[in-house]
């Protein structure tokens, strides 16, 4: 537990970081914990990468270790790259091969994936009574992975991967079942979804489609069956077109604004020892959602 008179200096390293919500959301959980909290987005994109990303990441983790920061949440590009600035990692970031929150203690960077388990949080408290023996997930990209790996750490008996790269979902169904050699994980063509989300329990979407830059709907809903759950892991908008038509077809939906805040509320707990009210900072998500920040 962290003493309340202590304060914490955070920041985001990624590219395009500068709109995000985490520092809202940290800062105002804070707040309310009567904590010092200052979290700062620092994106790539601006700063330029003249030595490369890697390079870049490795001169900020270690600047931010000398000016005092006690923690880095980590995004795109950087969460399999952070790997090698790293002096410890946890076992299930290890495994997942891919870290988001960086701790800074007694000099030393320790990452963990928070990801992973911010969506198996918010599948248990957002969709209590799903069944989760066969799933169907779209997209294996850095949150593919995570929710992948959230699925069957829950205890899911047959994930069936489909990307747009046959090759990316094969790669990742041949790691993800090295890990969990009881259950079965397997790849799927584009052109079989309709087959295998027939015998499915719920269908997990993980791929951009569905975000006010890639507007519309990843598969066909009338595929869907209202037996059947549906989770995004998009929430901007937070009502997708895939959260609206599923919700109209009958299914138990899982909206992505519940991983965004499952995810920030574990990298808090880590960052100062203490737990914020999980209520509270969706209450905050949605209300910066609201407000379009």
């Known amino acids: 537990m962290s003493n309340p008179s202590e304060s914490f200096l955070v920041g985001l390293i990624g590219e395009g970081v500068t709109p995000s919500l985490s520092p809202p959301m940290h800062e105002h959980a804070a707040d309310r914990l009567g904590l ?20 870049a990441l490795k001169s900020l983790l270690h600047g931010g270790r000398d000016l005092g920061f006690n923690a880095f949440n980590i995004t795109h590009p950087c969460k399999q790259l952070v ?12 495994r997942l091969g891919a870290v988001n929150t960086v701790l800074i ?16 949080s918010a599948l248990a408290t957002g969709l209590p009574d799903a069944v989760l023996d066969r799933v169907v997930q779209l997209g294996v990209g850095g949150a593919g992975s995570a929710v992948a790996y959230a699925l069957l750490k829950a205890g899911t008996k047959h994930l069936t991967l489909i990307d747009v790269e046959y090759s990316r979902a094969a790669e990742r169904a041949e790691a993800l ?18 087959a295998v989300l027939v015998e499915a329990d719920g269908f997990m979407h993980a791929t951009p489609v569905g975000m006010h830059s890639h507007p519309g709907l990843p598969l066909d809903p009338e595929l869907l069956s209202p037996r059947q759950w549906v989770a995004d892991v998009v929430y901007r908008p937070l009502e997708t077109e895939l959260v609206r038509a599923a919700r109209a077809r009958g299914c138990a939906v899982l909206d992505g604004g519940n991983m965004a805040v499952g995810q920030a509320v574990d990298a808090f707990e880590l960052i100062t020892g203490i737990r914020p009210d999980p209520d509270l900072m969706r209450a905050d998500f949605l209300d910066l959602i609201e407000r379009g920040l």
């Open 36 to 55: 010092r909290y200052l979290y700062r987005p620092v994106d790539l994109s601006v700063l330029g990468q003249g030595e490369g990303i890697e390079a």
């Open 83 to 94: 790997l090698r600035c790293l002096d410890e990692v946890s076992d299930d970031a290890a």
């Open 177 to 194: 079942g090295r890990l969990f050699p009881g259950q079965t994980v397997a790849a799927a063509d584009s052109a079989d979804l309709p």
């Open 105 to 120: 203690r007694d000099g030393k960077f320790i990452g963990h994936n928070t990801d992973f388990s911010g969506f198996a």
